[in-house]
T-cell receptor, first 108, second 122 residues
Framework: GQNIDQPTEMTATEGAIVQINCTYQ??????LFWYQQHAGEAPTFLSYNVLDGLEEKGRFSSFLSRSKGYSYLLLKELQMKDSASYLC?????????FGTGTRLTIIP | EAGVTQFPSHSVIEKGQTVTLRCDPI?????LYWYRRVMGKEIKFLLHFVKESKQDESGMPNNRFLAERTGGTYSTLKVQPAELEDSGVYFC????????????????????FGPGTRLLVL
């Protein structure tokens, strides 16, 4: 089976940096995805890691360590619109197993 | 390019009634997935189609749920009869087939999600 853990809630200040951690225990692993979800909307793709290391995409970066079962999403230069839920999901056999999501609140 | 669409956006029904949810994937995506989020819990996998075939239906809760994808295009998910615990948000996602990366490893294509159908069973 799969188990995904991430913090339930986080708060950060506009313009700052925040790191959202995700740990996982899996019986199969074909990569880890991060999605952003605003209330009432579809989860939207942010990043994908299948090999160890850091993937950078603009203000967002994601890191993976397969040996530690650990990933993080790093958001820089935070904007108010970054207030959303961030979902960590592991791909195993083509289906995604999600964590409960981290609700991030950006304050001025 | 149009994204994944779902219909209806909301549905309120009484226990024992039937509801049918529809998902239109991104054009050309062979893979179609159904997921569900029950209030307070994580999004959970229900089933996976490759074209018109059910690849994996291990997440379907019970035989009150029936998914179809005739012709390999849009898909429907029928709940009959609905129970109170079926309330939640039903998401559909689609993706192209996985690509062959270096060696024998596969690059898993991104799953693109629809906005979901919010189902409330009273």
């Amino acid at each position: 089976g799969q188990n995904i853990d991430q913090p339930t809630e986080m708060t950060a200040t506009e313009g700052a940096i925040v790191q959202i951690n995700c740990t996982y225990q899996t019986s199969g692993f074909n990569g880890l995805f991060w999605y952003q979800q605003h209330a009432g909307e579809a989860p939207t793709f942010l990043s994908y890691n299948v090999l160890d290391g850091l993937e950078e995409k603009g203000r967002f970066s994601s890191f993976l360590s397969r040996s530690k079962g650990y990933s993080y999403l790093l958001l820089k230069e935070l904007q108010m619109k970054d207030s959303a839920s961030y979902l960590c999901a592991v791909n195993g056999n083509e289906k995604l197993t999600f964590g409960t999501g981290t609700r991030l609140t950006i304050i001025p | 390019e149009a994204g994944v669409t779902q219909f209806p956006s909301h549905s309120v029904i009484e226990k024992g009634q039937t509801v049918t949810l529809r998902c239109d994937p991104i054009s050309g995506h062979d893979n179609l997935y159904w997921y569900r989020r029950v209030m307070g819990k994580e999004i959970k996998f229900l089933l996976h189609f490759v074209k018109e075939s059910k690849q994996d239906e291990s997440g379907m809760p019970n035989n009150r749920f029936l998914a179809e994808r005739t012709g390999g295009t849009y898909s429907t998910l029928k709940v009959q009869p609905a129970e109170l615990e079926d309330s939640g948000v039903y998401f559909c996602a689609s993706s192209p087939p996985p690509r062959r990366a270096s060696g024998t490893s596969l690059f898993q294509e991104t799953q693109y999600f629809g906005p979901g159908t919010r189902l409330l069973v009273l």
